[in-house]
């Protein structure tokens, strides 16, 4: 690659952009940021958003470790926030020992599972990619990876 010409850009949030990636069916992006807010956007109509979506408290960061002695170890988001399935059904987040799994319907979000773990703040997640596996990856301040395989009933 040698060029570049930039398609789109617009104002999404009020602060940084902390995480950004195309849905499932690349007709819409999304993006968590500064401001707490996680939105879907359209890539047809610029810079119209699609749907604001509710999400836990502390998916965006800044991500905390508290420790003896006033210990306080502060983190602002560079990782990978939120993750969808291969089939775009489900969305994870990152949570305060794990991450949150929403199923995502008609534009709206369900919390259906908290996948724990951590000792730390999970500040990265990633979903594999090969449908109907459900291996999750969650990356954690302390340094550690963990994958998880999430069962159905």
């Known amino acids: 690659m040698q060029r570049y010409e930039s398609l789109l850009s617009w104002k999404a949030h009020s602060g940084q952009v902390f995480s950004a990636q195309f849905s499932p069916d690349e007709n ?19 810079g119209q958003k699609i749907n604001e979506l509710p999400i836990h408290n502390g998916a965006t960061g800044p991500f905390v470790v508290s420790g003896y002695g006033g210990y306080k170890q502060e983190q602002i988001p560079c990782g990978k926030l939120f993750a969808f399935d291969p089939s775009g059904g489900h969305v994870m987040t990152c949570a305060m020992n794990g991450s949150l799994v929403y199923k995502v319907d008609d534009d709206r979000f369900e919390s259906t599972l908290t996948i724990l773990g ?35 009933h």
């Open 28 to 46: 819409s992006v999304y993006s968590m940021g500064e401001d707490g807010k996680f939105c879907q956007w359209s890539i047809q109509q610029v």
């Open 118 to 152: 951590h000792k730390t703040p999970v500040v990265s997640v990633d979903w594999g990619s090969t449908m109907n596996t459900g291996m999750c990856l969650t990356g954690s301040m302390d340094g550690r990876l963990r994958v998880t395989m999430l069962l159905t």
